[in-house]
């Protein structure tokens, strides 16, 4: 399993930008976000959420637990995260290895929900 760690302080621009590019089903604090991107998506809301979640296509490409200052992308979208590193929105690592859970029970569930593995 492989994850990009975004570090950045501009979460609004990063999510949108991937709003942008990935558009799908959004979740903060783990409901359905039903407004438009204008009142949801700001450092203020983004700052205060535990949960964000953002699922293009059954695959989800960006999210955090614990605030934002976790926010991490699917492997998958490694070349637009260079992208935006590029354009100094944000910096990031990248977290090689293999998954230490095993391929069976429900960690491994939750994780495969999670990471799209």
Known sequence: MVLVWLHTKRYSAVVRKFLERYPGHVEVDRK????PVEAWCTNNRLYRAVNFSL???GLEVLGFHDGPSNMWAHESATPFVEQLARERLLRFTVARGPSPLPRTGIFHQVIRRLFGT
């Open 55 to 57: 699922v293009h296509n």
């Open 32 to 35: 359905p976000v039903h407004e």
